[in-house]
């Protein structure tokens, strides 16, 4: 069975994670990625020790942050300074389909591998640029991580209780989004490209990309020029919409917008009909009304019991919308994240079998894969420069001596 990308070609010239995390979505899909690593050093990912406290990869053991971004690619070492690893550049571009890259504006163009020179050795190339903030403006060519875009795409001032200082998003949230989003502009570019024959430069940046995540708050803000407040667990309007701690210090998350639809059953099932009856509880107005004194009599119900009881109590006695509050541990034994192999295991050829996170889209007649671990640092050199370049043993050993590869 095939896969929707097979027979594409992406020259991969990204490190960190914006990049990789596109170019590993289209890896994923089928398509044959290379990635292109600096000959000394190669991606700073694959140095990187530790990340928020917990150890990232050590000497000897595997690196889960470079794992992750760069399985099921191809990896090779070139020196793209030197004019002749331009010119086995240049050999790549004109048989590949994409060319990724995540560097600052600018130093494309001081090296020789901007849109315009690589389009002119390959006029059907889909050139591809993950930049911070975005093509233009004063800040086109600053450097950028992921914590400065969720400061600055406004994300920090969004999360968190009322009344506190602004809060960081799990690490990597900004960067991942904007990985996203280049994978799905450079499949409409692709597509575009069959379409009409037309090869263009596609610009994505993190900053805009958190912007497009927030779209229903910003909406709001544009619209109606006034940012929605924080709100605290007391401050739920609607008390089932709202969170709640258990008795073995688990929580649950009911999600029931249209209260009145579900509140006379949701009554009986928690053992309390009597509200159901109650006139500062009647419907869902009432209850906003009475919020803070609802909240705290559901806080103490839901204490009385451990969680897997409620949740068993809640899936017998109605269609009521609800779930687990999950920890990240705990997301790797969810019965429907295994279903779905959201989570997966892949048998890597160095350390045996390894959990991943999986593909979260399922293709049913060309669904992708996890075929390869991330490349060993320059492991496919050769490989790429015999039978993609066309370079002879020869050549190839020039190269190395040249301190090219």
């Not at 995540?102 to 901007?114: A, M, Q, S, T, Y």
């Not at 450097?143 to 001032?157: K, S």
């Amino acid at each position: 069975m095939t896969m929707p990308l097979e027979g594409i070609r992406v020259l991969d010239w990204t490190l960190w994670q914006q990049g990789p995390v596109a170019t590993v979505m289209l890896a994923d899909l089928g398509a044959e990625v290379i990635k292109i690593e600096e000959r000394v050093g190669g991606d700073p990912g694959r140095g990187i020790l530790a990340i928020a406290g917990v150890m990232a990869g050590i000497s000897g053991e595997w690196n889960f942050y470079f794992e992750n971004f760069n399985r099921n690619k191809k990896g090779i070492t070139l020196d793209i300074r030197k004019e002749k690893g331009k010119d086995v550049l240049y050999r790549l571009v004109e048989k590949s389909d994409v060319f990724v890259h995540n560097f600052r504006k600018g130093v494309p163009e001081r090296l020789g591998i901007d849109y315009e020179t690589l389009s002119r050795h390959n006029p059907r190339l889909i050139y591809a640029h993950a930049s911070a903030f975005g093509p233009q403006g004063p800040e086109a060519a600053k450097t950028g991580m992921d914590f400065t875009f969720q400061a600055r795409g406004g994300l920090m001032h969004s999360i968190g209780e009322p009344g506190v200082f602004p809060q960081l998003a799990p690490i990597g949230v900004a960067d991942e989004l904007g990985g996203i989003m280049l994978s799905y502009a450079v499949l409409a570019a692709l597509i575009a490209r069959e379409r009409t024959g037309v090869s263009q430069k596609v610009e994505v940046s993190a900053l805009g990309s958190l912007i497009w995540l927030q779209q229903l708050t910003m909406g709001l803000i544009l619209m109606l020029k006034q940012p929605p407040p924080r709100l605290g667990r007391r401050d739920q309007g609607n008390p089932l919409w709202n969170y709640y701690p258990c008795q073995d210090e688990r929580w649950i998350m009911l999600a029931m917008l249209q209260s009145d639809r579900y509140w006379p059953d949701f009554c009986r099932v928690i053992g309390r009909e009597d509200l159901a009856k109650d006139p500062k509880f009647e419907d869902m107005w009432k209850r906003s009304e009475n919020h803070e004194e609802l909240i705290d009599m559901l806080d103490q119900i839901f204490m009385s019991k451990p969680r897997d009881e409620w949740m068993r109590m809640l899936k017998e006695g109605g269609d009521f919308i609800f779930g687990p509050v999950n920890s990240l541990l705990d997301l790797e034994e969810d019965p429907q994240v295994v279903a779905n192999q959201y989570i997966t295991t892949f048998d890597h050829p160095t350390h045996g079998p390894i959990k991943l996170v999986g593909i979260p889209y399922h293709l049913s007649q060309t669904p992708g894969s996890l075929r390869l671990p991330a490349p060993e640092f320059g492991q496919h050199t050769e490989e790429v420069l015999l039978e993609i370049g066309g370079y002879s043993w020869e050549e190839i050993e020039k190269l190395r001596e040249e301190e090219v590869i």
